[in-house]
């Protein structure tokens, strides 16, 4: 079995960068009309948060002020203002985030952002 090799960009990010799993829900969330208004600052997020390396929340919140840190991993970010929310898990060891839920301030308020769990 031959093993795969990998560029240098590569393994430079999956050593020392956050790996986000579920990309492909936030590209299936900018897809919904819905949601396009914010399709440019969630993607913002996502490129800051990929290239960024948090050890434990209070390197996150040094970058996002604005934050809502929810017990030892859950994490809400405000995208485009106020206007939308993202709820993330973070495992800091692993320096992985899990996309959890993503939607309008008013669909926010309907949920308990405690729990509320992924349901792709």
Not at 83 to 108: C, M, N, P, Q
Request: aromatic content about 18%; proline content about 1%.
């Amino acid at each position: 079995m031959r093993s795969k090799s990998y560029s240098f960009w590569e393994l430079f990010i999956s050593l020392y960068c956050m790996r986000i799993l579920k990309e492909k829900t936030l590209n299936d969330y900018c897809e919904q009309a819905k949601y396009k208004p914010a399709e440019e600052s969630l993607k913002a997020w996502f490129y800051e948060a990929r290239y960024s390396i948090w050890n434990n929340s209070n390197e996150l919140k040094a970058k996002y002020r604005n934050a809502s840190i929810i017990g030892s991993k859950r994490v809400i970010f405000n995208i485009k203002g106020n206007d939308f929310r993202l709820i993330v898990d973070i495992e800091y060891k692993l320096s992985t985030i899990f996309i959890v839920w993503f939607g309008a301030h008013a669909e926010y308020d309907k949920i308990d952002a405690k729990t509320v769990k992924y349901d792709g």
